[in-house]
Protein backbone atom coordinates (compact mmCIF):
# COMPACT_ATOMS: atom_id res chain seq x y z
CA UNK A 1 0.00 0.00 0.00
CA UNK A 2 1.31 3.33 -0.95
CA UNK A 3 0.84 7.05 0.52
CA UNK A 4 -1.75 7.77 -2.06
CA UNK A 5 -3.41 4.72 -0.91
CA UNK A 6 -3.26 5.84 3.10
CA UNK A 7 -4.68 9.38 2.61
CA UNK A 8 -8.31 9.65 3.68
CA UNK A 9 -10.77 10.16 1.09
CA UNK A 10 -10.89 14.37 -0.20
CA UNK A 11 -14.53 16.05 -0.96
CA UNK A 12 -13.58 15.28 -4.76
CA UNK A 13 -13.25 11.68 -3.65
CA UNK A 14 -16.56 11.39 -1.92
CA UNK A 15 -18.36 13.46 -5.02
CA UNK A 16 -17.06 11.39 -7.80
CA UNK A 17 -18.07 8.22 -5.58
CA UNK A 18 -21.35 9.58 -5.20
CA UNK A 19 -21.49 9.96 -8.80
CA UNK A 20 -19.96 6.88 -10.09
CA UNK A 21 -22.18 4.96 -8.16
CA UNK A 22 -26.00 6.51 -9.00
CA UNK A 23 -28.21 4.06 -10.29
CA UNK A 24 -30.07 5.98 -13.33
CA UNK A 25 -28.31 3.89 -16.14
CA UNK A 26 -28.72 0.56 -14.30
CA UNK A 27 -31.55 -0.70 -16.99
CA UNK A 28 -28.78 0.11 -19.61
CA UNK A 29 -26.57 -2.39 -18.33
CA UNK A 30 -28.80 -4.89 -15.98
CA UNK A 31 -27.73 -7.83 -18.02
CA UNK A 32 -24.29 -8.97 -19.64
CA UNK A 33 -26.06 -9.14 -23.30
CA UNK A 34 -26.72 -5.47 -22.55
CA UNK A 35 -23.45 -4.41 -21.25
CA UNK A 36 -22.08 -6.47 -24.33
CA UNK A 37 -24.27 -4.33 -26.27
CA UNK A 38 -23.25 -0.74 -25.12
CA UNK A 39 -19.71 -1.61 -25.38
CA UNK A 40 -20.17 -2.51 -28.47
CA UNK A 41 -22.14 0.22 -29.46
CA UNK A 42 -19.12 2.61 -27.64
CA UNK A 43 -16.60 0.70 -30.08
CA UNK A 44 -18.50 1.80 -32.92
CA UNK A 45 -19.25 5.38 -32.18
CA UNK A 46 -15.60 5.51 -31.33
CA UNK A 47 -14.42 4.28 -35.12
CA UNK A 48 -17.01 6.72 -36.40
CA UNK A 49 -15.51 9.52 -34.11
CA UNK A 50 -11.78 8.94 -34.97
CA UNK A 51 -13.11 8.31 -39.09
CA UNK A 52 -14.49 11.68 -39.07
CA UNK A 53 -11.92 13.52 -37.21
CA UNK A 54 -9.26 12.09 -39.43
CA UNK A 55 -11.18 13.39 -42.56
CA UNK A 56 -12.01 16.79 -41.17
CA UNK A 57 -8.36 17.09 -40.25
CA UNK A 58 -6.10 15.02 -42.23
CA UNK A 59 -8.97 15.24 -45.64
CA UNK A 60 -10.17 18.84 -44.92
CA UNK A 61 -14.04 17.95 -44.83
CA UNK A 62 -15.67 20.61 -43.14
CA UNK A 63 -18.71 18.42 -42.90
CA UNK A 64 -16.91 15.56 -40.61
CA UNK A 65 -16.78 18.33 -37.78
CA UNK A 66 -20.94 18.11 -37.57
CA UNK A 67 -20.84 14.88 -37.87
CA UNK A 68 -18.61 14.36 -35.17
CA UNK A 69 -20.48 16.69 -32.63
CA UNK A 70 -23.50 14.44 -33.77
CA UNK A 71 -21.77 11.18 -32.53
CA UNK A 72 -20.47 12.96 -29.46
CA UNK A 73 -23.68 12.75 -27.46
CA UNK A 74 -23.93 9.32 -27.62
CA UNK A 75 -20.57 8.78 -27.29
CA UNK A 76 -21.02 10.62 -24.01
CA UNK A 77 -23.79 8.65 -22.59
CA UNK A 78 -22.51 5.45 -23.54
CA UNK A 79 -18.89 6.34 -21.94
CA UNK A 80 -21.21 6.75 -18.97
CA UNK A 81 -22.95 3.50 -18.93
CA UNK A 82 -19.79 2.04 -18.95
CA UNK A 83 -19.08 3.82 -15.86
CA UNK A 84 -21.89 3.03 -14.07
CA UNK A 85 -21.48 -0.74 -14.62
CA UNK A 86 -18.29 -0.95 -13.59
CA UNK A 87 -19.21 1.53 -10.42
CA UNK A 88 -16.57 3.71 -11.70
CA UNK A 89 -13.91 1.75 -11.20
CA UNK A 90 -11.60 2.94 -13.73
CA UNK A 91 -12.15 6.71 -12.98
CA UNK A 92 -12.31 6.73 -9.01
CA UNK A 93 -8.86 7.16 -7.43
CA UNK A 94 -7.13 4.05 -5.71
CA UNK A 95 -8.10 5.23 -1.96
CA UNK A 96 -11.67 5.61 -2.82
CA UNK A 97 -11.32 1.31 -3.82
CA UNK A 98 -11.86 -1.82 -1.36
CA UNK A 99 -9.67 -4.34 -1.98
CA UNK A 100 -11.89 -6.35 -4.48
CA UNK A 101 -12.10 -3.45 -6.59
CA UNK A 102 -7.82 -2.55 -6.62
CA UNK A 103 -7.70 -6.20 -7.65
CA UNK A 104 -10.23 -5.81 -10.19
CA UNK A 105 -8.56 -2.73 -11.90
CA UNK A 106 -5.63 -4.50 -11.80
CA UNK A 107 -6.65 -7.40 -13.61
CA UNK A 108 -8.68 -5.31 -16.06
CA UNK A 109 -5.19 -3.31 -16.92
CA UNK A 110 -3.28 -6.55 -17.16
CA UNK A 111 -6.00 -7.84 -20.23
CA UNK A 112 -6.33 -4.34 -21.82
CA UNK A 113 -2.30 -4.15 -21.50
CA UNK A 114 -2.58 -8.03 -23.59
CA UNK A 115 -5.08 -6.85 -25.95
CA UNK A 116 -3.45 -3.81 -27.05
CA UNK A 117 -0.21 -6.37 -27.18
CA UNK A 118 -2.40 -7.62 -30.07
CA UNK A 119 -4.01 -4.35 -31.89
CA UNK A 120 -0.02 -2.84 -31.90
CA UNK A 121 1.19 -6.28 -33.52
CA UNK A 122 -1.41 -5.73 -36.05
CA UNK A 123 -0.95 -2.60 -36.97
CA UNK A 124 2.96 -3.02 -37.29
CA UNK A 125 2.20 -6.24 -39.41
CA UNK A 126 -0.43 -4.31 -41.65
CA UNK A 127 1.97 -1.70 -41.83
CA UNK A 128 4.91 -3.73 -43.02
CA UNK A 129 3.08 -5.67 -45.09
CA UNK A 130 1.48 -2.43 -47.04
CA UNK A 131 5.28 -1.35 -46.98
CA UNK A 132 5.98 -4.98 -49.01
CA UNK A 133 3.26 -4.84 -50.90
CA UNK A 134 4.48 -0.68 -52.30
CA UNK A 135 2.05 1.40 -50.54
CA UNK A 136 3.63 4.34 -49.79
CA UNK A 137 2.55 4.86 -46.16
CA UNK A 138 4.08 7.86 -45.04
CA UNK A 139 0.78 9.28 -45.28
CA UNK A 140 -0.53 7.25 -43.32
CA UNK A 141 1.43 7.17 -40.06
CA UNK A 142 -0.34 9.74 -38.35
CA UNK A 143 -3.66 8.22 -39.08
CA UNK A 144 -2.09 4.62 -37.66
CA UNK A 145 -0.85 6.10 -34.55
CA UNK A 146 -3.80 8.28 -33.91
CA UNK A 147 -6.21 5.43 -34.28
CA UNK A 148 -3.68 2.61 -31.95
CA UNK A 149 -3.77 5.96 -29.64
CA UNK A 150 -7.40 6.17 -29.20
CA UNK A 151 -7.44 2.07 -29.24
CA UNK A 152 -4.92 2.34 -26.17
CA UNK A 153 -6.66 5.54 -23.95
CA UNK A 154 -10.34 2.95 -24.35
CA UNK A 155 -9.45 -0.34 -24.34
CA UNK A 156 -9.57 -0.43 -20.22
CA UNK A 157 -12.85 0.70 -20.66
CA UNK A 158 -13.97 -1.71 -22.60
CA UNK A 159 -12.42 -4.58 -21.22
CA UNK A 160 -14.01 -3.22 -17.82
CA UNK A 161 -17.25 -2.89 -19.45
CA UNK A 162 -16.96 -6.67 -20.91
CA UNK A 163 -15.84 -8.42 -17.88
CA UNK A 164 -17.84 -6.80 -15.01
CA UNK A 165 -20.05 -9.46 -13.44
CA UNK A 166 -23.56 -9.26 -12.99
CA UNK A 167 -24.68 -7.44 -9.18
CA UNK A 168 -26.08 -9.77 -7.21
CA UNK A 169 -30.16 -9.56 -6.60
CA UNK A 170 -30.66 -8.56 -3.02
CA UNK A 171 -34.26 -9.38 -1.53
CA UNK A 172 -34.45 -6.83 0.76
CA UNK A 173 -33.42 -3.28 0.18
CA UNK A 174 -29.88 -2.88 2.47
CA UNK A 175 -31.12 0.44 3.73
CA UNK A 176 -34.42 -0.96 4.81
CA UNK A 177 -32.55 -3.76 6.62
CA UNK A 178 -30.06 -1.79 8.11
CA UNK A 179 -32.80 0.44 9.23
CA UNK A 180 -35.06 -2.71 10.85
CA UNK A 181 -37.72 -1.55 8.55
CA UNK A 182 -37.24 -4.50 6.21
CA UNK A 183 -39.74 -7.62 6.00
CA UNK A 184 -38.90 -10.15 8.50
Not at 41 to 62: F, N
Request: net charge positive.
Amino acid sequence: MTTADRRPMTSYDRWMYRLMNRREAAPFHATAARRRAVVCAHIALTAAGVAVWLLAVVGDQRWALWTMLGLLLPWCFSTGVINSSTRGLLELRVRALDERQRAEKNRVAALAHRAMLWVLLAATVGSGAAALAGVKIEGLVFSVLFTVFVVHWLTPLWVAGLTVRDEPEFDDDPVEVAAGTGAA
